[in-house]
Structures are given as C-alpha cells and as structure tokens.
C-alpha cells in the first residue's frame, strides 16, 4: 500500500524544538516533492514547506523560514521537518505529502501529526 | 487572508450543481500554474480531488470538474449527494512569492 506516516509530534514549550517525520512505504520516496503542510484545527490549510526529489531546493513559508528545515534521506525513505524556537502559532496538525512537480497535485498524504506548543 | 481567494461557504441541495471560485492573480493562476483541488472530510487528511486544473485521480467521479480563466479557477460539483458534504480547497504556485498557496477553503453544504 502507497502510504506516507507522519511522527514525531507532541507537546513542546515556547522556544523548544521538534523533529518531525515522514515515512513513505509502498513507493520510491526519491521519485518525489514532498512537501509539509499544518492546519490549526478548524481552520485551512496552510502550506509550511517542500523539498524536491533530490533535495536540491528547498522553500519555506514566510511563517517558518529560518525556523523549520525540511531535509531528506532517500535510503531510509524519509522526510524530516526541523522545528526550532516554537511559537503558540505553530500549534497545528502537521501533515506531510508527495507531489510529483508543479503540475501534479498532492496525491498522497499522510494522517497528521499533532504539535501543540504550550 | 489568502492569496487564493474562496468564498468560505455554499451550498446546495442533493442533485443540484455548485461551482467553487479560486481567485488568484498574474503570478499564480493567472501565469499559468497548475490549478489543484482538495477535499477533505471531517477529521480526515485532505485528498486529491482534481490535478492540474482538470484531471481526476483514479476513483473521483466525474461528477466533479475543473476549469480556469484568467487568475481564476473552479471546481464544478453537480448531482450534489450527502457525501460531497466537506471543505474544499484549491492550490497553486505562486512565482512572486516563491511559495506554494492554499486557498482558505470553502465548505460546502448539502442542504
């Protein structure tokens, strides 16, 4: 089964640090983008970040850059976030999911992981 | 706010046909980029719904389709049923600000 799982949320304090992860089973991660998304329960979604196939490039949202670093390990078919100096407003589910370039949409996505900073 | 911009609700009764605006600008939709559409359920993980302005991944009923023109995109429901019942979300590529966009999502209700 084509499937991306997400790990590693939690319950952080303000200024603290999370390491999330994303596990891809079922498909070669390094065919793909992967991207990270949040959503603040009961509200949008919001695009966090993305990594190309190779992890050549790299973008952060306003909201995170200089904070979050997406990375990669393409033999161990995983994604990571790196969160550091955590605000209130980064308490959101954290999702992660492939795209295969601009022109194709988010196809697969993982279930979520919950960060709550407090 | 967003910069894709949707109207955060409508509504529709079962069998009746809604469409779903995304308003962008020059450097999003209207550039050229890709136009994708998600739904997502109650307390689920969003899911494709359209790819590339209007192809529909495996398993989506033709019941839903997509267009564009301009620096604007929507999503067509018709024959609403309950299980359409959900938030939709549009998504593209903006060259300006270097970032990928969500629009802000629009919930959709079968009256």
């Known amino acids: 089964e084509v499937q991306l799982v997400e790990s590693g949320g939690g319950l952080v304090q303000p200024g603290g640090s999370l390491r999330l992860s994303c596990a891809a089973s079922g498909f070669t991660l390094n065919n793909y983008w992967i991207h990270w998304v949040r959503q603040v329960p009961g509200k949008g979604l919001v695009w966090v970040s993305r990594i190309k196939s190779d992890g050549s490039d790299t973008i952060y949202a306003d909201s995170v850059k200089g904070r979050f670093t997406i990375s990669r390990e393409n033999s161990k078919n995983t994604v990571f976030l790196q969160m550091n100096s955590l605000t209130g407003e980064d308490t959101a589910v954290y999702y992660c999911a492939r795209k295969a370039g601009h022109d194709y949409g988010m196809d697969v996505w993982g279930q979520g992981t919950t960060v709550i900073v407090s | ?111």
């Open chain 2, 1 to 111: 706010q967003s910069v894709l911009t949707q109207p955060p609700s409508v509504s529709g009764a079962p069998g009746q046909r809604v469409t779903i605006s995304c308003a962008g600008s020059s450097s999003n939709i209207g550039a050229g980029y890709a136009v994708h559409w998600y739904q997502q359920l109650p307390g689920t993980a969003p899911k494709l719904l359209m790819s590339g302005n209007n192809n529909r991944p495996s398993g989506v009923p033709d019941r839903f389709s997509g267009s564009r023109s301009g620096t604007s995109a929507s999503l067509a429901i018709t024959g609403l049923q309950a299980e359409d019942e959900a938030d939709y979300y549009c998504q593209s590529y903006d060259s300006r600000l270097s970032v990928l966009l969500f629009g802000g999502g629009t919930k959709l209700t079968v009256l």
